[in-house]
């Protein structure tokens, strides 16, 4: 059954319109000040933009009841674009640290820095704004395209809010008997920034490839095991084989049951109520879940 993600759909081109928009005043800015944070801070979420982009193709895709050719759907491109995704973010982090190493061993440079303050405390306070906002929704419609969008806002405001406190810290001592050291603020601040700031997309990046990889997630085995556990205790069945994946928000479970072949099942309401009654004690969204239960009287089977 499709899962309507229209709602999830709308705030992603609401990111997306205020992403570009800040992407390119912080580039300009950056630019016009010589600011290697403040002009990566933009770049970060021009590229932010074209993430996000990828992130609303996919919700529109996982909305859909798939094809012949995509006959499970197309949940499986939610952790695809999640790597994507934070791949693409840990590279420019990565960037980042190499541009300020190499600007800190180049001399550093000069910078405004009352302005360059006031610029990175409007910003980050819209980011942190958005991050939240993006935050909030994601928690209520259980989507993790906006889970990793809000993370993404919040990475930008945390590093408008370390060049505000690097920019102050250079108006402080500017003028004054440490004020060689000012030429370097910019390039430590974003050195500093791209090391905080780093396990964030490597977090995410490890998440997105145990689901490509389709590996078992621990809570979920755990949980269909303590339910056939107590099913097959129950109901005096001899055994049985459970298999879970996750891929985005699409839970896949495979439950065989092994039963003795002399003992009838009853007919096929008593079967489907096993079912029902499985499904009910594993819980869930049944629109967002791939549950398959079947009997066998052949250990082989399972």
């Not at 995704?85 to 190493?101: D, R």
């Not at 601040?189 to 389709?214: D, H, I, K």
């Not at 001899?238 to 495979?254: H, N, P, Q, T």
């Amino acid at each position: 059954m499709p899962m309507d993600t229209s709602n999830e759909q709308r705030q992603l081109r609401l990111s997306i319109g205020i992403t570009f928009l800040v992407g390119v005043a912080c580039v300009t800015v950056g630019l016009v000040m010589r600011s290697q944070a403040i002009a990566f801070d933009g770049f970060y979420s021009l590229v932010d933009v074209v993430l996000t982009a990828g992130a609303l193709a996919v919700s529109h895709l996982v909305s859909s009841e798939g094809s012949r050719r995509f006959q499970f759907g197309y949940w499986h491109l939610e952790p695809l674009v999640l790597l994507f995704n934070a791949t693409v973010l840990t590279i420019i982090c990565s960037y980042g640290g190499y541009s300020a190493l190499h600007g800190l061993m180049t001399g550093g440079h000069e910078l405004a820095f009352g302005f360059g303050a006031a610029w990175a405390a409007i910003m980050g306070v819209a980011s942190l704004g958005m991050a939240l906002y993006m935050r909030r929704q994601s928690a209520a419609l259980g989507s993790v395209l906006l889970q990793l969008d809000a993370k993404g806002w919040f990475i930008g405001g945390a590093i408008s809010l370390a060049v505000l406190a690097g920019f102050v810290l250079g108006s402080i001592i500017e003028g004054g008997p440490l004020d060689h050291w000012t030429r370097y603020i910019d390039s430590t601040v974003l050195l500093v920034l791209t090391v905080a700031l780093l396990p964030l997309p490597l977090g995410s990046l490890w998440q997105a490839l145990r689901e490509v990889l389709q590996l078992a997630p621990d809570a979920l085995d755990q949980r269909v095991r303590d339910v056939m556990t107590a099913m097959v205790q129950e109901r005096g069945y001899l055994s049985y084989a459970s298999y879970v994946a996750k891929m985005g928000r699409m839970r896949f479970i495979d439950i065989h049951i092994l039963v003795d072949s002399t003992r009838p099942l009853g007919d096929m309401a008593d079967i489907d109520d096993v079912r029902s009654e499985i499904a009910r004690r594993i819980g869930g969204d049944i629109r967002a879940e791939w549950l398959t239960i079947m009997f066998t009287g052949k250990r082989e089977w399972m």
